[in-house]
């Protein structure tokens, strides 16, 4: 049974910090572009940053140079590191998992997804 379960997700405070982490099950992360993606109250689920299978990296505008997405094929996970954060990286935070080898954070793409994880930054 594929599942992906996300955790690390809390209230912080704005400046603060906070890491995400995906553990995979049911199948090989190694084949597979994993990415972050939240969803804000009222908002569309947008994409945050994706990492492909030779770790290459893209990342939202928003969040550059605040956030880093890593792997650990071996354990079958993926991290979000988010630093800096801001009130509007409140959202509910999502693992998925791409069949593809490229990094992308078209939705459509995504074959598993997580339930997701609470990120709330407010002073």
């Known amino acids: 049974q594929v599942r992906l379960v996300e955790s690390g997700g809390g209230l912080e405070r704005p400046g603060g910090s906070l890491t995400l982490s995906c553990a995979a099950s049911?199948?090989?992360?190694?084949?597979?572009?994993m990415g972050w993606f939240r969803q804000a109250p009222g908002k569309e689920r947008e994409g945050v940053s994706s990492?492909?299978?030779?770790?290459?990296?893209n990342y939202q505008d928003s969040v550059k140079g605040r956030f880093t997405i890593s792997r650990d094929n071996g354990k079958n996970m993926v991290y979000l590191q988010m630093d800096n954060l801001k009130p509007e990286d409140t959202g509910v935070y999502y693992c998925?998992?791409?069949?593809?080898?490229?990094?992308?954070?078209?939705?459509?793409?995504?074959?598993?997804w997580g339930q997701g994880t609470q990120v709330t930054v407010s002073s």
């Open positions: 990492i492909s299978t030779d770790s290459s990296t």
């Open positions: 998925a998992a791409a069949w593809i080898t490229i990094p992308t954070m078209v939705q459509r793409l995504y074959d598993y």
């Open positions: 049911g199948f090989t992360t190694d084949f597979y572009t």
